[in-house]
């Protein structure tokens, strides 16, 4: 009686994962146009890259048919849940899919592979820990990595060294055209209201300009490594702007709600911990407060000895 009633609760605490695993699964995405227009089987797919930032495992999105690579971002916020077909998924999250440029991740393994020797692409861009980075590889042209590197030897090979000069460069003109394009769709940069900042008259015309410059820095800056970001920040003439820049840039991980956020790698792709009851933890011991009877009586006995003290042994 006892080992039925026990193998029946087992039985139905797993439907119960079934369920909750099943609801878990079923996300909401903004997706382009483009990605959902007759796709073929496995065209779509949602693969992890090392984050050429911080190194970290990311969610991209990779269009095999186009050879597109998208970023993957999340919105989320508090108590948030989608109600479709009659089915409330708890998984609130709004995903929205971006286009990537994939030189961002070419990048870092040719500045990180071939910096003092010429190889192939499909030797240079590699990693171990991430089986789908030959799909990087697979969709660099020649005249892209002419960016960023210098090609040697037969064409056929394909074969680059890094030259940092042009990956400063590019990133130059990665900022400038960023910056071109948030001023010229009169993009709001700081803490003033966006009421004040119409009616106040424009002063310095060239110091709007850096300060849509040093924003697009600070977005291109999340797409490399620290080293590269600041000496982009010198190339760009930026370097006062050094300490401001380190405290902005924090692994998107630790953001509040309410924001975008690049989806890191974790297990059953985003939120298995659902699953699990988190006890909370105790409140903090509240101070006593002392009283002023109290403070008058620790006054009084400065300089005065312990009663214990006449009785022990001399």
Same mark, same amino acid.
């Given at each position: 009686?006892?080992?039925?009633?026990?193998?029946?609760?087992?039985?139905?605490?797993?439907?119960?994962?079934?369920?909750?695993?099943? %609801?878990?699964?079923?996300?909401?995405?903004?997706?382009?146009?483009?990605?959902?227009? /007759?796709?073929?089987?496995?065209?779509? $797919?949602?693969?992890?890259?090392?984050?050429?930032?911080?190194?970290?495992?990311?969610?991209?999105?990779?269009?095999?048919?186009?050879?597109? *690579? *998208?970023?993957?971002?999340?919105?989320?916020?508090? %108590?948030?849940?989608?109600?479709?077909?009659?089915?409330?998924?708890?998984?609130?999250?709004?995903?929205?899919?971006?286009?990537?440029?994939?030189? *961002?991740?070419?990048?870092?393994?040719?500045?990180?592979?071939?910096?003092?020797? #010429?190889?192939?692409?499909?030797?240079?861009?590699?990693?171990?820990?991430?089986?789908?980075? %030959?799909?990087?590889?697979?969709?660099?042209?020649?005249?892209?990595?002419?960016?960023?590197?210098?090609? /040697?030897?037969?064409?056929?090979?394909?074969?680059?060294?890094?030259?940092?000069?042009?990956?400063?460069?590019? +990133?130059?003109?990665? #900022?400038?055209?960023?910056?071109?394009? +948030?001023?010229?769709?009169?993009? %709001?940069?700081?803490?003033?209201?966006?009421?004040?900042?119409?009616?106040?008259?424009?002063?310095?015309? !060239? $110091?709007?300009?850096?300060?849509?410059?040093?924003?697009?820095?600070?977005?291109?800056?999340?797409? =490399?490594?620290?080293?590269?970001?600041?000496?982009?920040?010198?190339?760009?003439?930026?370097?006062?702007?050094?300490?401001?820049?380190?405290?902005?840039?924090?692994?998107?991980?630790?953001?509040?709600?309410?924001?975008?956020?690049?989806?890191?790698?974790?297990?059953?792709?985003?939120?298995?911990?659902?699953?699990?009851?988190? !006890?909370?933890?105790?409140?903090?011991?509240?101070?006593?407060?002392? !009283?002023?009877?109290? +403070?008058?009586?620790?006054?009084?006995?400065?300089?005065?000895?312990? =009663?214990?003290?006449?009785?022990?042994?001399?």
């Amino acid at each position: 009686m006892t080992t039925r009633s026990k193998g029946k609760s087992t039985q139905s605490d797993q439907n119960k994962i079934a369920a909750i695993q099943k %609801h878990l699964n079923n996300r909401v995405f903004l997706l382009d146009a483009s990605l959902i227009d /007759k796709p073929s089987d496995g065209d779509i $797919q949602i693969i992890s890259l090392r984050n050429p930032s911080n190194e970290k495992s990311t969610k991209y999105l990779y269009a095999k048919e186009k050879q597109q *690579f *998208f970023e993957l971002l999340s919105f989320s916020e508090e %108590h948030r849940s989608w109600f479709a077909n009659d089915t409330v998924y708890p998984d609130g999250n709004l995903y929205i899919t971006s286009p990537f440029d994939p030189l *961002f991740l070419a990048l870092y393994y040719i500045r990180r592979n071939s910096s003092d020797r #010429c190889q192939p692409i499909d030797q240079t861009i590699v990693d171990e820990d991430f089986t789908n980075t %030959h799909l990087i590889a697979d969709v660099m042209t020649v005249q892209q990595m002419s960016m960023i590197a210098d090609q /040697k030897g037969d064409a056929s090979l394909k074969a680059f060294k890094y030259n940092e000069s042009k990956a400063l460069i590019w +990133l130059s003109l990665k #900022c400038e055209k960023l910056a071109k394009s +948030l001023k010229e769709s009169h993009f %709001h940069i700081g803490a003033k209201s966006i009421n004040y900042i119409k009616t106040e008259k424009v002063g310095n015309e !060239s $110091q709007n300009d850096g300060e849509y410059l040093s924003y697009a820095y600070g977005i291109i800056g999340d797409y =490399i490594t620290l080293e590269l970001c600041e000496k982009l920040s010198d190339k760009l003439g930026l370097e006062k702007m050094k300490p401001a820049m380190a405290g902005k840039r924090k692994s998107l991980i630790e953001l509040e709600n309410n924001t975008l956020k690049r989806i890191k790698s974790e297990e059953n792709f985003a939120t298995a911990n659902m699953l699990e009851t988190v !006890s909370p933890s105790p409140p903090p011991p509240k101070e006593k407060k002392v !009283s002023a009877k109290e +403070l008058k009586m620790a006054k009084a006995a400065t300089g005065t000895k312990s =009663i214990s003290s006449f009785f022990m042994k001399k």
